[in-house]
């Protein structure tokens, strides 16, 4: 299979967690789900720091994000597959 460059815990999720250091824009990423071991790939618009997540498909304005299986907030700007989703564009639901 390889060495996997995005992870996904859930099968809901909407955002994957980047494990390499120095993933650069247009990688092709070898993602694995780890509820399941599946595999997919997903092509990277940004260059995205490790521990950082992806979008795995488009994301309107105000939907809710999903990380291993839970909601962890909401967008606050559209965002596309593959973009790098942090504090620029999803915001906690707490504040």
């Known amino acids: 299979m390889g060495v996997p460059q995005l992870l996904v815990h859930d099968g809901k999720d909407t955002v994957g967690v980047v ?3 120095g993933l650069k824009a247009g990688s092709d990423m070898l993602c694995v789900v780890t509820h399941d071991n599946s595999d997919f790939r997903l092509g990277s618009k ?3 720091p490790i521990g950082h997540k992806v979008a795995l498909k488009d994301i ?3 939907d809710t994000i999903w990380k291993y299986g839970q909601d962890i907030g909401k ?6 597959k593959g973009e790098h989703v942090h504090t620029h564009n999803m915001k906690t639901k707490r504040w």
């Open 19 to 21: 494990v390499v250091e």
């Open 60 to 62: 309107k304005s105000g």
């Open 46 to 48: 940004h260059d995205i």
């Open 75 to 80: 967008a606050v700007a559209d965002i596309a």
